[in-house]
């Protein structure tokens, strides 16, 4: 009985051990909604027009919030209007050390998709929608940092 009871008890811990050290594997649509974020802000940086159109929904909307003379100000941005942006300015010019992001996805229900990007500069919150089978960002609210 004592030889069992030993047994299961390193049995026990042995497969304890290797479920907390198996890494959590991450859905495909995690992944598809993680890379059209990166595509996003990456294509900012690079000034990539092309990867940043792959990026948007057709209904793309953006809200930019700032302060300006200690007041609230909005403005709004159409996907069309990013592009055309991007490729008109080309890359963003930061340097290397104020182009490092992070992306967490705060959630995922059937095909739609919440996720907050942190740049050095700003917070994005982004809607996305599974669009024709792809992830795309339909909106994003940025707050700039103070």
């Given at each position: ?103 967490t996805i705060l959630d995922v229900t ?12 700003w917070v994005d919150y ?21």
């Open positions: 009985m004592k030889t069992f009871a030993l047994a299961f008890g390193l049995l026990t811990l042995l497969l304890l051990n290797m479920a907390s050290a198996a890494p959590q594997p991450k859905t495909s649509d995690e992944a598809a909604i993680r890379a059209a974020v990166t595509d996003y802000i990456e294509s900012y940086y690079t000034g990539n027009a092309n990867r940043m159109e792959k990026s948007l929904h057709p209904h793309y909307l953006k809200h930019t919030i700032s302060e300006s003379d200690g007041q609230l100000k909005m403005t709004e941005k159409t996907g069309l209007q990013m592009v055309q942006d991007v490729r008109r300015n080309g890359p963003s010019g930061l340097p290397a050390s104020e182009t490092r992001e992070q992306i059937g095909d739609v998709a919440s996720a907050k990007l942190v740049t050095a500069h982004m809607v996305l929608s599974k669009w024709n089978g792809e992830w795309k960002i339909v909106s994003v609210v940025l707050r700039e940092n103070d």
